[in-house]
């Protein structure tokens, strides 16, 4: 049971009077009263199954699946409830992928237990006919809601949206990918549509959190992470969309610390991150769910809680 | 003490009654992959297979680099070495298979996905600078869409620019720009005359690749047989040959007016 002093400051919480504090979160995950999910993430790996060797310039000993591995199961240990992404480019850029087409890339994000991943342009670099050649190497499904492959060989290869649920929190997750048209060839991509991704969020994000009734709506995008004149970024995506709590990105191989904190076009909170590219870092974002009532706790919209984007 | 009892288990109940879940708190934190303990001995064994048929032809030494090539802008090092050796190279499949003679190179740094270091060169670095498995072709444009081509080039190129920026192009050419726009266009030493001109590039580019509109509407599109990646390792390997080093400079072949 609570004590008096806890009491109180539930109290002065419950009437929007104080923050929720990293202490009281940390009392209420081992008291049962808070949930944590834990979302990890890459992008743009590139196939590089192997670390940059030791005297790389750049990045000496960065990378590698198996370190990566090893960094995953660490975080499964610390929370069960965690669920691992992939923001597409996983193909292209090691003698990996020219030799094998991307079938290690695959087998080997399988056995790190991706959740999923969307598609990025270099995932198109041996056509259409050679992702579907290595995607059944891939034990987790391909996420793609603004290309539509009807037309295509990849009719019904990937899923529009997915929704998870861990401890009973739902999780939705949809895909938006990049206009293929002037950076793929078009030999490659054929028959493919290209859907506005501004829109095709929007109804995903709708769809998920109203009619699945998800309390967290992921988008996996690659569409880079923003760009110096107004084309369509992940930037711009958390700008002018709603109903999104996390855009997870690429293709512009953008380092960032941590994910940074946009409002989305109702002044919600939505946050966007990104990993750089050839699997060097390994992002995580780390959502607290309580079961209290928002409308009855007084919690504003924005809520009183902290964003401890540390 | 016990009047407060009656309170206390109301906003209890409020607490805890509703059980629709509402995100309280955020945090993140992206973190290095570094090495670490343990080695997975499954992983290990997915990789091995394929790591070991790969090393047998990626590890041969065939080169040996002066010093770290770049890509750049307004140029860049690496740049400057691909396309030079594109025009050479390109230059000798398109006399023997069509007889003819093509103008100069434009590529796109974007393609290139790593630099050249300092000092032995292995097939497999080249395979990292050059992953696509683009074919060299030679595009004949009409002069208005190759003055597309270079406002293109020089509307892309900044002073210190990043990776991507800048294009690169081969050293026959010098373009000036000034704010944005080529104020002065030399191919082979001459002005840019009303005729068509014929560019080595890839099969990507003159598909539009990496928004060169320029190339989509071409005279004619041939093929030089020849994938700009076994270009490189042709040059890399023939260099070796004649004792020779890998080498590039900066030779201003694209500037900004002083």
């Given at each position: 049971?609570l004590?008096?002093r806890?009491?109180?400051q539930r109290?002065?919480i419950?009437a929007?009077?104080a ?8 009392e ?8 944590k999910i834990s ?5 743009d ?9 030791d ?13 990566r591995y090893?960094l995953?199961q660490?975080?499964?240990e610390?929370?069960?409830n965690t669920l ?5 480019d996983i ?6 992928f020219?030799l094998?087409?991307?079938?290690l890339e695959?087998?080997?994000?399988s056995k790190?237990?991706?959740?999923a991943?969307t598609?990025?342009?270099?995932d198109?670099?041996?056509g259409m006919e050679?992702f579907?050649?290595v ?5 987790f499904p391909?996420v793609?809601?603004?290309y539509?492959f009807?037309?295509t060989?990849?009719?019904n290869q990937?899923l529009p949206f ?8 739902k999780?939705g997750?949809?895909?938006?990918g ?8 078009k030999?490659l991509?054929?028959k493919t549509v ?6 095709t969020?929007?109804d995903y994000a ?5 009619e ?7 988008c996996?995008s690659?569409l880079?992470y923003k ?5 369509i970024?992940?930037?711009e995506?958390a ?10 990105g ?5 380092f960032?610390e941590?994910?940074e904190v946009l409002?989305n076009s109702?002044?919600k909170?939505?946050l966007?991150?990104?990993v750089?590219?050839?699997g060097?870092?390994l992002g995580?974002v ?5 079961k209290?009532?928002k409308?009855?706790?007084n919690l504003s919209?924005?809520?009183k809680?902290f964003?401890?984007?540390? | 003490?016990?009047?407060f ?5 109301l906003f209890v109940?409020?607490l805890f009654?509703?059980?629709s879940?509402v995100v309280?708190n955020?945090q993140s ?6 090495q ?6 499954e992983?290990?064994e997915?990789?091995a297979p ?8 990626m ?13 750049g802008?307004p140029?860049g090092?690496?740049g400057n070495?691909?396309?030079d050796l ?5 230059n000798?499949?398109?006399?023997a ?5 093509a103008?100069?190179?434009l590529?796109n ?6 630099e050249?270091?300092s000092g032995?060169i ?13 074919e ?9 869409q190759?003055?597309k081509l270079?406002e ?10 990043t990776?991507?920026q ?5 050293g026959n ?12 266009v030399?191919?082979?030493?001459i002005?840019?005359r009303g ?5 080595i590039?890839?099969d990507?580019l003159a598909?539009g690749g ?15 047989e020849m ?6 390792l042709w ?6 040959k004649?004792?020779?080093k890998v080498?590039a400079n900066l030779?201003k072949r694209?500037?900004y007016a002083?």
């Amino acid at each position: 049971m609570l004590n008096r002093r806890k009491f109180l400051q539930r109290s002065l919480i419950a009437a929007g009077m104080a923050p929720f504090t990293q202490e009281v979160v940390q009392e209420m995950l081992k008291s049962g009263e808070a949930l944590k999910i834990s979302i990890l993430h890459t992008n743009d790996v590139h196939s590089h199954i192997d670390p940059f060797p030791d005297t790389h310039k750049r990045y000496p000993g960065k990378g590698g699946v198996q370190n990566r591995y090893t960094l995953i199961q660490k975080f499964r240990e610390e929370n069960k409830n965690t669920l691992l992404f992939d923001c597409g480019d996983i193909f292209q850029g090691t003698p990996y992928f020219n030799l094998y087409g991307g079938e290690l890339e695959l087998k080997l994000m399988s056995k790190m237990g991706y959740d999923a991943a969307t598609m990025g342009n270099h995932d198109f670099d041996n056509g259409m006919e050679g992702f579907l050649a290595v995607k059944k190497h891939a034990n987790f499904p391909f996420v793609c809601s603004n290309y539509d492959f009807s037309e295509t060989i990849l009719r019904n290869q990937t899923l529009p949206f997915k929704v998870f649920n861990k401890s009973g929190i739902k999780i939705g997750v949809f895909g938006i990918g990049i206009e293929l048209e002037g950076l793929v060839d078009k030999k490659l991509y054929g028959k493919t549509v290209y859907k506005n991704p501004i829109q095709t969020a929007n109804d995903y994000a709708t769809k998920l959190r109203h009619e699945q009734g998800c309390e967290l709506v992921i988008c996996l995008s690659h569409l880079g992470y923003k760009y110096e004149n107004n084309k369509i970024s992940d930037v711009e995506l958390a700008k002018h969309t709603s109903g999104i709590d996390l855009i997870l990105g690429g293709h512009t191989h953008t380092f960032m610390e941590k994910a940074e904190v946009l409002r989305n076009s109702k002044g919600k909170e939505v946050l966007v991150n990104q990993v750089g590219w050839a699997g060097i870092n390994l992002g995580k974002v780390d959502f607290y769910f309580s079961k209290l009532s928002k409308k009855r706790l007084n919690l504003s919209e924005t809520n009183k809680g902290f964003v401890e984007i540390n | 003490m016990k009047e407060f009892r009656y309170p206390y288990l109301l906003f209890v109940l409020i607490l805890f009654a509703c059980k629709s879940y509402v995100v309280t708190n955020k945090q993140s934190q992206n973190n290095p992959v570094v090495q670490t303990e343990p080695i997975n001995k499954e992983v290990t064994e997915i990789i091995a297979p394929y790591k070991e048929e790969l090393e047998k032809s990626m590890n041969d030494v065939i080169g040996v680099s002066e010093r770290e090539l770049t890509t750049g802008s307004p140029e860049g090092t690496l740049g400057n070495l691909i396309c030079d050796l594109c025009l050479r190279l390109g230059n000798d499949n398109y006399a023997a298979l069509h007889n003819d003679t093509a103008d100069f190179v434009l590529l796109n740094n974007g393609g290139f996905r790593t630099e050249m270091p300092s000092g032995e060169i292995t097939r497999g670095k080249i395979f990292e600078i050059m992953p696509f498995e683009n074919e060299l072709v030679v595009v004949t444009l009409s002069i208005e869409q190759t003055v597309k081509l270079f406002e293109y080039l020089a509307n892309k190129t900044v002073k210190n620019g990043t990776r991507k920026q800048g294009v690169p192009i081969s050293g026959n050419v010098m373009v000036e720009i000034l704010d944005k726009t080529p104020i002065e266009v030399l191919v082979n030493g001459i002005r840019l005359r009303g005729r068509p001109y014929k560019v080595i590039t890839t099969d990507y580019l003159a598909n539009g690749g990496d928004n060169m509109s320029f190339f989509l509407s071409p005279i004619k599109v041939e093929k030089l047989e020849m994938k700009l990646r076994d270009a490189i390792l042709w040059e890399v390997e023939n260099l070796t040959k004649q004792g020779k080093k890998v080498t590039a400079n900066l030779d201003k072949r694209i500037r900004y007016a002083q």
